[in-house]
């Protein structure tokens, strides 16, 4: 250390001046160890901020952001594909491309009733072209329905189609569909239409009906019978008749058979189809007479060479039992 009055050193920590005694100026700051001095203008190292923890409010938000997100595309999808769609039920190109397969005939089956057509509207001799635009989705199906009945399947389904790009609920026209698809041997797409139909009308008894057949035939007697009971519940319907009594008899109940045919007959008495039914029930009743007597009843009534056959054998052979 300089001493200020005589310029005299002196050591490091002194006090006084050794040579004139003059009092020493001490540096300010205390040392932080031995023989170090603290520089007090010495800028000091700023404290570590604490880290943020990521907390579960933290989580919540970034799922409701997400969720907001994922809303937002939907919406957006959603509105795309109502423009490209226009808000209206839709069929894949293939399906519309199999409507224009050639008809086909099938071989009559004993046991059920093909399924229930469309209500019957006065036929035409000229195939006509979907028009501009009509009033009611009902004016679309009974044009369509007059293109069926003429064979003009494309035209058809074009009429149906445009029922429903009016009126996406109406039922009839799914109705109508189900029974093309059906023609074709679509299924899966008939049963569609079918279970479309009953949706947006839940008292569909055609419907209903058909439906139950298409059950009926791939097997599934329980929901087929299940089916037909609600729409036999309905109404009075021969053909919803019928078609019970043809499950019952299936599922080997001839005696619940025999009661539906039995009402099936007396709305429709000249009917040979079920007649050939109810022969069989009584048949599988033992009871050969009554047997007897409705398989007359098919050789009477019917003009199909399958039937008729079917009659004569099971006639020969109970009268051969004597």
């Known amino acids: 250390m300089i001493c200020p009055a005589c310029q005299a ?44 923890k990521f907390g579960v409010k933290d989580m919540a938000r970034d799922v409701v952001d997400f969720c907001w997100l994922l809303l937002i595309i ?15 039920f839709r069929f894949t190109e293939t399906e519309e491309a199999q409507i224009h397969k050639p008809a086909i005939v099938k071989p009559v089956k004993h046991h059920h009733k093909p399924a229930v057509a469309p209500a019957e509207e006065p036929e035409t001799t000229m195939a006509e072209k979907p028009e501009v635009q009509f009033v009611n989705p009902a004016t679309y199906y009974k044009k369509g329905k007059k293109q069926f009945d003429l064979h003009h399947y494309q035209s058809s389904f074009t009429y149906l189609r445009q029922a429903l790009e009016i009126d996406p609920t109406y039922a009839q026209a799914y109705f109508g569909l189900g ?3 059906a023609r074709f041997d679509m299924n899966d797409a008939a049963v569609r239409m079918y279970e479309m139909a009953l949706r947006f009308d839940p008292n569909h008894m055609d419907a209903m009906n058909n439906l139950a057949m298409m059950y009926f035939h791939a097997g599934n007697y329980d929901d ?37 045919f039995q009402k099936a007959v007396s709305m429709r008495p000249n009917d040979a189809a079920i007649f050939n039914n109810m022969a069989l ?42």
């Open 9 to 52: 050193e002196n050591p490091a920590g002194t006090r006084i001046c050794v040579k004139c005694g003059q009092e020493l100026p001490q540096a300010d700051g205390a040392t932080s160890e031995p023989g170090f001095i603290t520089d007090p203008y010495a800028e000091k190292p700023a404290a570590p901020k604490p880290k943020a």
């Open 74 to 88: 939907f919406l957006v999808f959603l509105g795309f594909l109502g423009e490209v769609t226009h808000w209206t």
């Open 179 to 181: 029974y093309l698809y």
């Open 224 to 260: 087929a019978l299940d089916l037909i009971q609600k729409a036999v519940a309905l109404g009075d319907s021969a053909d919803c008749e019928y078609n019970l009594g043809s499950i019952y008899l299936e599922k080997n109940q001839p005696d619940n058979a025999l009661q539906a």
């Open 281 to 322: 029930a009584y048949e599988k009743l033992g009871k050969k007479q009554e047997a007897m007597d409705s398989w007359n009843k098919v050789l009477q009534y019917s003009d199909n060479a399958d039937l008729l056959q079917q009659a004569k054998t099971h006639l020969d052979y109970l009268q051969a039992q004597g």
